[in-house]
């Protein structure tokens, strides 16, 4: 008898043994279990991770008129060009706001040189030859807001010549910057306009998007 005893002893201490494990188990997890996200919670974990987003970029200050004297002495149009910042699709403009602000760390600052582009001047400036654009009215990215023209400044005057020596590096790191942001750089066309940027992709798609 105290075998038969010994022997199912052991398997009911298992057993009991096994149970109490299960139990603590249970009740240690119901003490770690994700409570619901309160409001105040949730508005905390909102603003951290606002302070991982990038702040959107502000336009700069108009620049004044003596500022684009030499550009005008050698391209008299761009007397009349637009620089109005609001007139630019708001996305595209913070992809040029964050290329200007790449090219300042590298030490070159630049200036908004045209951005919207009526499609009469945009006809204007195709019959003053392909010396400034072979685009007509409607077929440029300017009348859309999805183009810009940018100049290097120098001594407080924009340099629109890329036969300046130093002008010519700035436009190389430009196109640079805009191979990186992914937008399409006039400097690598045919007919090269060094200070050209604009939106990559087909127009009609892109204006579809908008």
């Not at 913070?94 to 590298?106: A, D, N, P, T």
């Not at 990186?180 to 690598?188: E, I, K, L, R, Y």
């Amino acid at each position: 008898m105290s075998q038969l005893k010994q022997r199912c002893v052991l398997p009911v201490s298992s057993i009991l043994l096994i149970a109490i494990i299960v139990i603590g188990t249970l009740k240690l997890n119901g003490l770690h279990v994700i409570a619901p996200f309160l409001p105040q919670e949730y508005a905390q974990k909102s603003h951290i991770l606002d302070t991982f987003t990038e702040a959107k970029l502000e336009p700069p200050p108009v620049l004044p008129p003596e500022v684009f004297i030499n550009a005008t002495v050698q391209r008299p149009g761009l007397a009349f060009a637009d620089r109005d910042w609001s007139k630019l699709d708001p996305d595209f403009v913070q992809v040029v706001l964050q290329i200007m602000k790449k090219m300042k760390e590298r030490g070159y600052s630049l200036a908004l040189l045209e951005g919207y582009r009526s499609p009469e001047r945009q006809d204007n400036l195709a019959q003053m030859g392909t010396m400034v654009t072979k685009a007509k009215g409607g077929q440029s990215r300017h009348q859309y807001g999805l183009a810009v023209d940018l100049a290097p400044m120098k001594d407080g005057k924009v340099i629109i010549s890329e036969k300046d020596p130093w002008a010519s590096e700035v436009y190389a790191a430009l196109g640079e910057e805009a191979k990186a942001a992914g937008v399409t750089w006039g400097g690598n066309w045919s007919f090269r306009d060094y200070g050209h940027i604009e939106k990559t992709g087909s127009l009609a798609v892109l204006l579809q998007k908008k």
